[in-house]
């Protein structure tokens, strides 16, 4: 996998059966936090200085995780992009690999677009034999509560999936609402708060089935009925089995708060014994 020149580094490892953080390296505006955990997680958390990216930032972060480790990456609160500045954008790259048997989880706070923003973000995840991922992407139209709607300028996102060297997701937006009508139902509708969630792994491994029967479940409880009315709904779900070892989950939120439930289910699943061990939500809220 190629590095981006300046990039931030984060390794960790297998040491003494404890998965540990051997490699820390920060590049402003990024900041690289790593709160005491449960003995068998790495826990990281990321930030910046300021609370958010003002433009022209670019951050890059090269990500390992070794073999049989168990890594946990959130972020501290909202990453707020601010308005740009002579056209420039700002950008955010990460360079992943989840090594045999790793497991991976990334589960930070939304992308808060502000007005006159211009965003950019690319993932691509690279994940061995054995190895689990659980990636999530979440972006907010703006700053709602003060009534900034989908006044940014651009948002573009790629994010490439591969597992055992093969390429099985690629998934790429982009979003001018300029150039399109933000609240028309072909596009937002009237929801400001858009969720990702991409699960690639091995289908016979427990971890993995055990994802896999909570995502199913999520769908049967949430499946709309013959007569639904999307605009009754807070909050939308559907899930694609996208490859073998691959799922992919969406949701969609009048407000942040709607998703909160369905963020909630995931990270008590997620903290079973055979995944992370603890649920690292706990100590934000």
């Not at 500045?85 to 790259?93: G, I, K, S």
């Not at 099985?168 to 509708?189: C, K, M, Q, T, Y």
Request: charged share 20%; aromatic share 8%.
């Amino acid at each position: 996998m190629h590095q981006a020149v300046n990039s931030s580094e984060i390794e960790v490892a297998l040491v003494r059966g404890k998965s540990k953080l051997i490699t820390c390296k920060n590049i402003q505006p990024l900041k690289i936090l790593h709160p005491n955990a449960h003995q068998n997680t790495c826990h990281l958390v990321l930030t910046s200085y300021g609370g958010g990216m003002v433009s022209s930032d670019v951050i890059n972060i090269s990500i390992k995780c070794g073999a049989h480790t168990n890594t946990f990456m959130g972020s501290q609160s909202n990453t707020r992009i601010y308005k740009n500045v002579l056209n420039a954008v700002t950008e955010q790259n990460i360079e992943g690999d989840v090594a045999e048997s790793a497991l991976t989880v990334v589960f930070p706070d939304p992308v808060v677009l502000q007005a006159e923003s211009r965003f950019r973000q690319s993932q691509y995840w690279e994940v061995g034999p054995g190895g689990l991922l659980f990636l999530a992407d979440w972006f907010q139209s703006g700053r709602t509560d003060s009534g900034e709607k989908y006044l940014f300028d651009t948002y573009l996102s790629e994010i490439k999936i591969s597992i055992d060297g093969k390429l099985l997701v690629l998934d790429r937006f982009n979003f001018a609402p300029h150039e399109n009508i933000a609240d028309s139902p072909a596009n937002f509708g009237q929801y400001q708060s858009m969720l990702s969630i991409y699960v690639a792994g091995t289908p016979d491994d427990l971890r993995f089935k055990k994802i896999e029967n909570k995502l199913l479940e999520i769908r049967s409880e949430t499946q709309p009925a013959l007569n639904y009315d999307a605009g009754e709904q807070k909050c939308i779900i559907s899930l694609t089995r996208a490859r073998e070892g691959v799922y992919i989950l969406r949701a969609m939120g009048k407000s942040r708060i709607d998703l909160q439930p369905l963020c909630a289910g995931l990270m008590n699943l997620l903290s079973a014994p055979e995944l992370l061990g603890y649920n690292p939500m706990k100590r934000k809220f």
